[in-house]
């Protein structure tokens, strides 16, 4: 079993910036065979997927975030990060970690297995 526990939302003015957090634990090692993304969802709308990476540290993101988003990973500490700036409301959402188990780089998020509960991020203009 693995478990994924977000932390670092926050409410943040237009052009501010945001670092989110996602801390694994239990039968897993980001030295193995896992993909790791970061995927956001507003009330109503479909969950969209944000970023991707890989145990080789390749990254896939999302037309909405790229050069503006970075995803990153802890190897050591099991934590899996997301640099978010030039914030914009339409950023706003719950984002959750996911980890998508013997996956290569993937932002499609039925290929991910275990998902963290979620941090909020509010984006106001």
């Known amino acids: 079993q693995v478990q994924l526990v977000e932390s670092g939302g926050g409410s943040v003015q237009a052009g501010g910036s945001l670092r989110l957090s996602c801390a694994a634990s239990g039968a897993f090692s980001f030295s193995s065979s896992y993909c790791m993304g970061w995927f956001r969802q507003v009330p109503g709308k479909e969950r969209e997927a944000v970023a991707a990476i890989d145990r080789l540290d390749n990254t896939k993101y999302a037309d909405s975030v790229y050069g503006r988003f970075t995803i990153s990973k802890d190897n050591a500490e099991s934590t899996l990060f997301l640099q978010m700036k030039s914030l914009q409301p339409a950023d706003t959402g719950m984002y959750y970690c996911?980890?998508?188990?013997?996956?290569?780089?993937?932002?499609?998020?039925?290929?991910?297995?275990?998902w963290g509960q979620g941090t909020q991020v509010t984006v106001s203009s």
């Open positions: 996911a980890a998508a188990y013997g996956r290569g780089l993937t932002l499609v998020d039925n290929a991910y297995l275990y």
